[in-house]
């Protein structure tokens, strides 16, 4: 006895023998869909492939763990299919599965983003074979963000980012939210507060806000606001690059002045600072 599970796999299998056949009408064949992951370098400690018909249903996912990695053969149904591969998934991720392509990460609450690549595809599977190359794109900035000059309310100090963007579907879209990302300073040196955490990409910059919350006496209060997206987009920072870029941006409380700088360039801008 064929076991019931079995069935829609040598279903499957029978019509792509059967294909084989030159005379027979190859519209109802399958395809042999060729993912290419050689081009994935040690930046992406593991991966996570999504595969999605014309409907927008999952076909099939799965995890790939460490680099080098290599090819993946896939048989489906002839058609559009949507390829959604992300890298660097971790707890800091959470996954919204519902089976569609629909699907979606958000951020965990409070913490500092993954350091996500991405890739999407709509690849034409009306052939008897496909091939694709997969070329993931940096998803997120490393943000170092330091303070200097003197601080009115007493340390020690937290940065609190508020962000429209809560995660990223499986096709690339956004998912509009509140979210936020806090931060503890390192030790003060010099008088220099630094706080490091990664921002996935946001479906808006200009929106993005600072906080800058005093910890003093077990309380936690707003010391000051920073309109922290606004300076960037001044600043000339490209939030629609293939590859976000790294931000590093120090602003003097004591001359009002802020030094923005990314990999190809850097900038300094004079800020009104309200205490």
Known sequence: MVKLWILPVLLFAATAISCSMVEED????????????TEVDGRVANLQLWLFDKHGKLILNKELQGAPYGKCEVMV?????VCSVWGNVSQKSLLHNDGTINSCYSKADSC???????YVAVVDAGTDAVYDTVRLTKEYAAVDFTLKGSILEGGPYE?????????????GDFVLGESS???????????????????MRQKSIEELEVTLLSLADGGRRVVMEFPFGKWLATSGYDADATDMEDITMVLDLATGSLYVKSEDWQTLLPVRIEI
């Open 26 to 37: 190859r519209d109802d064949c399958p395809c042999w869909y060729t993912i290419d992951l």
């Open 77 to 81: 149904k002839r058609g559009s299919v």
């Open 112 to 118: 500092s983003s993954d350091p996500l690549f991405n």
């Open 159 to 171: 940065l609190a980012m508020r962000m429209n963007t809560a995660g990223r579907q499986m096709n």
């Open 181 to 199: 990302i806090f931060s503890s300073h390192s030790d003060a040196s010099d008088g220099e507060y630094r706080f490091m955490f990664n921002m």
